[in-house]
C-alpha cells in the first residue's frame, strides 16, 4: 500500500468506526487529490454491505464460573451478549441512536395518560426448538423476575411494569399504577429476554432456547460459549456469522494479548493504558464509543458535614475533572457535570455550565458554610471502578489547595457493595447507566429507593419525576429533565467527575454498521448478531 | 520389610483422611469469615434486603453453618459432592471438565522439568564451581527469582507477539487433539518449567556436593573410577531421598500453586476455579477444590516418603 493509499484507508477507517461524517470525509480526500473518487471513496467506507459467513471470535471480560443462561442473573458482558445479543430476543431493542424499537413486539402503543400500554406480538417467529412465541411465553419471561421469591436483578423494573394480561395470543396489556412515557425502554432491558413456557407458565432458562440470532452448542461458564447461527432469524441483514465462538478472558492484559496476535476478532474493554499501542498495529481498530457509564462519588447527605449543600458544592468544585478523565481514563471519556445523564442521551441539559476545577469557588463555599477547612474521610476501592483508589488520590490532592483535607481510606475489593458503598458516609462507586433520564434517576436518586446512594430527598426533584414520567409532550419532558439534571448537579448528594467511553477493540476484516450504539460496550451488546466478515 | 512399608502407608492415609477433614473445617470457617455470602456476591451493587432474602430462602442458607457442614460431610463421604450455589451446576461436572487440564498442565511440565533438572544437577556436581556450573547456578536461579507472571509475560512477549510460534492464550478444550493441545499448552507449561527446575537442579547438586566428601566415595576415587560413574553409581543412590523431597514438593505446587499462569494465559484449570469460587463465595465447589488440592498435598508426600524408603536400604531394613 502506498503513503497515499494508506492515508485514504485510515480515513475510511474513522468514516467507518463513526468518527467522521461525510462532509469532513470529502474535504479531507479532496485534499489529497481523490476529487472525483472521494464520494464513492465515502459510501464504501459508510455503507459496507453485511456478507454471510464465517466464524467470530470474541473475547469477553466480566465472565465468572457462576453463569448462567437465566437473564436474571446476567449482569456482564459475557452473558449479556450471550443472552441479548445472541440466543434471545427482548420485546423491545434499543438501536444505535439510543431509541427504542420493537423487537419481539410488533408496535407499542399507549392511552392517553400512559397508564395502559398494548403491546403487539410478532407473529410466526419460532423458537430454535421450533415453538411458536406467543404471549404465554413473554407473560412467563417477564413474570419470571416478579413474585416474593424473586432473585432478579430486574426485580424493581419488572415490578414496575404493573398488571400484565394477555388479549388474545399476539397481544399483551400492561396496566401500570402511573403513567410511563418511557415504557418500551423497561421492555428493553437486558434481563427481560424472551424464553421458552412450558405449560405450567414456567421456562427452562438452563436449555438457552430463545428466538435469537444463534443457537447455543456448547456453554462453559466463565470459559467459553459456541453458537450456530440461527437460519430462521427474523431480522435481515443479522445473523451473519455461521458461527460464534466466544471466549472468557478476563484478564485485561491477556485479552488485549488476544487481540493483538490475532486469536480473537474483537475483544470487549480494552485494557486503557495499552490501548493506543494497539491501535497502532495494522489490522486492529480500537472502537471508541461514548456511553452512559459513569463514576460517582456519593456522599450520604443525611450525616455531617455532607448535610449542608455548602460543603457538597465546595467538595464538587475541589475535583479537577480534566486531570481525572485524563489520567484514570486515559482521555477515553468526557467531563461528568455532577449528574448522571450522559451528552448522548436524550434531554441531556447541554446549556447547563460545565462545573470546573475551582479553588476560590471551593473556598467560597466552605466559607458559606461556615468553615475555613474541612476535614471529611472517603473509602475506595478498586472494585468501584478501575483505578479509583488512585483516582480518589487524585482527587484528594487536588482539594488540598482549597483548604479541604481527604483522607482516603482504601478498603479491601472484596465485599465492596455489601460492606462500603452505601454504608460509610463518602465513598467511591460506578453506575453503567440506564437508556432514560427517568429511569437513571428513579434507581439512584429517588427519595428512599433501594439504590439512593446519597439518601438525598428533594421535593420539587420528586415532584418533576413523577410529572416527567407520564408526559408525553416532548418538548414538555425536555424542560423537566433540564431542571432535574440542574437540581441534582447543585444541590445533589453526588460528585460524577466523568463519563467513561465504551472502549472495545475489533480486527479490520469485521464489517460494522456506520453508527456503533453505545448503550452498551460492543455496539450495545449485539456485534454478535450485527456485525460481519467483510 | 513389607509389613513396616505397609504400616506406614496405612497410618498416613488413616492421617490423610483426618488432615482432609481438618482442612474442610478450616476452609469452611475461613470462607464465613469472609463478608457477605453467596447472594450478595452475585448480586454486587444490585443486592437489596428482599432479594437476598429470597436467595437465602432458595439456596437453604437460612441454617446455621454447622448444620450445613455436618450435611455436606456426609454427602462428601458418600462420594456426592453436591451443586454450585451459584449456578447449580453438578460439582463434579464443573470440576471434572478442569481437573484433567490442572493434571495436564502439571505433567507436562514435570515430565520436561524433573529429567531436565536432575540432569543439569548431575553434570553441575561433576563440574562443580566450573564456569558451567556458575552459568547454570545463574540461569535457573534468576527464573525462580522472578515471579511466574514476569517469565510468562516475558515468553508470551517473545513466542506469540514477536515470533507467532505458540498462541498467547492456551484456551484448551475437550476437542482438541493431543497435538494441538501440546500446542496450545507451550507457553504455561515452559513457564512453570522455568518456574520449578531451579529449586529440584540445586537440591540435585547440592546433595551430591555434599556426600562428595564422604569415605566410600574417596574410596571409589582411589580405586581409579571415573568422575561421572562416581557421581550416577556411587553418590546418587545416598542421595535420592531430599531430592525425591523436593521434587515431591514442586510437583505438588504445579497443581495447586498456578493459579497466575492459569489467569495470564486464561488456561482452565482449577485454580482460577477456585478464585473464582471464593470469591462468589460459592461454598461446595471451594470445598470440592479444597479436596483435591490436600489430597494431592497427601498423596505426593506419601510417595515421597515410600520412595525415600524404598532408595535407602538403612530405612528399608531397620535393625
Known sequence: MSKVDYEIYKL??????????????????????FVATA??????????TPKKGGTYRVGFGGANTGDMLDPADNGDTFMINMNMGGCRNALVEVN??????????????????????????????????????????????????????????????????GNIRKDGQNTLVFELESGNADFPYLLSDYHLLMGSADGSGKVDWASGDGTGSFVVKSFEPGVRAHMVRNPNYFKSGCANFDEVKMTAINDAAARMNAMATGQVDAIVRCDLKTAPMLEKKSGVSVIQVSGTKHFTYPMDVRQAPFNDNNVRMALKHGIDREAFVNTVLRGYGSLGNDHPISSNQNYHAGDLPQRQYDVDKAKWYLKQAGLTGLDVEIAAADAAFNGAVDATQLYSEAAKAAGINIKVNRVSPDGYWNNVWMKVPWSACYWSGRPTADWMFTIGYKAGGNWTDSYWDHARFEELLVAGRAELDEAKRNEIYVEMQTIVSNEGGVVVPCFANNVDAASDALGRPAKLAGNWELDGSRSIERWWFK | ???????????????????????????????????????????????????????????????????????????????????????????VDVIGNRIGNTFFLAIASALIAIPISLALGIVAALY????????????????????????????????????????????????????????????????????????????????????????????????????GRIIVFHALPNAWSPIIQVIMLNLA????????????????????????????????????TAMIFASVYVILNLLADILSMASNPRLMHPK
Open chain 1, 12 to 33: 475510511q477507517k474513522r468514516v467507518t468506526n463513526g468518527g467522521m461524517n461525510r462532509r469532513e470525509f470529502i474535504k479531507a480526500a479532496t485534499a489529497m487529490g
Open chain 1, 39 to 48: 464520494p464513492a471513496l465515502y459510501s464504501h467506507a459508510a455503507h459496507a
Open chain 1, 96 to 161: 444505535a441512536n439510543g431509541q427504542a424499537v420493537p423487537e419481539l413486539a410488533e408496535s407499542l402503543e399507549p392511552s392517553a395518560d400512559a397508564k395502559t400500554w398494548v403491546v403487539k406480538l410478532r407473529q410466526g417467529i419460532e423458537f430454535h426448538s421450533g415453538k411458536t412465541f406467543d404471549a404465554d411465553d413473554a407473560i412467563a419471561s417477564l413474570e419470571h423476575h416478579r413474585g416474593e421469591d424473586s432473585t432478579s436483578d430486574a426485580k424493581s423494573v419488572a415490578n414496575s411494569l
Open chain 2, 1 to 91: 520389610m513389607q509389613n513396616s512399608l505397609l504400616r506406614l502407608v496405612l497410618r498416613r492415609l488413616a492421617l490423610g483422611v483426618l488432615t482432609l477433614i481438618a482442612i474442610s473445617l478450616l476452609i469452611t470457617v475461613g470462607v464465613e469469615a469472609l463478608s457477605g455470602d453467596v447472594c450478595t456476591a452475585m448480586m454486587g451493587q444490585m443486592a437489596s434486603e428482599d432479594k437476598v432474602a429470597a436467595c437465602h430462602r432458595a439456596l437453604n442458607l437460612d441454617r446455621p453453618v454447622h448444620l450445613r457442614y455436618i450435611e455436606w460431610l456426609v454427602n462428601f463421604a458418600q462420594g456426592d459432592m453436591g451443586k454450585a450455589l451459584t449456578n447449580h451446576r453438578e460439582v
Open chain 2, 128 to 227: 562443580r564451581n566450573s564456569l558451567f556450573d556458575r552459568s547454570i547456578s545463574m540461569i535457573t536461579l534468576s527464573g525462580v527469582s522472578v515471579p511466574d507472571f514476569f517469565i510468562a509475560y516475558i515468553l508470551m512477549a517473545i513466542f506469540a507477539v514477536s515470533f507467532g510460534i505458540f498462541p498467547a492464550i492456551s484456551n484448551v478444550d475437550d476437542t482438541m487433539a493431543l497435538s494441538e493441545r501440546i500446542v496450545a499448552s507451550a507457553l504455561p507449561v515452559l513457564t512453570l518449567t522455568l518456574a520449578v527446575s531451579a529449586h529440584m537442579m540445586r537440591m540435585t547438586r547440592a546433595s551430591i556436593v555434599s556426600l562428595m566428601a564422604s569415605p566410600y566415595i574417596e574410596m571409589a576415587k582411589l580405586k581409579g573410577v571415573k568422575p
Open chain 2, 253 to 288: 505446587w504445579l497443581v495447586v500453586g498456578v493459579v497466575i499462569v492459569e489467569v495470564v494465559f486464561v488456561y482452565p484449570g482449577l485454580g482460577a476455579l477456585m478464585i473464582d469460587a471464593v470469591f462468589l463465595r460459592d461454598m461446595p465447589i471451594v470445598r470440592a
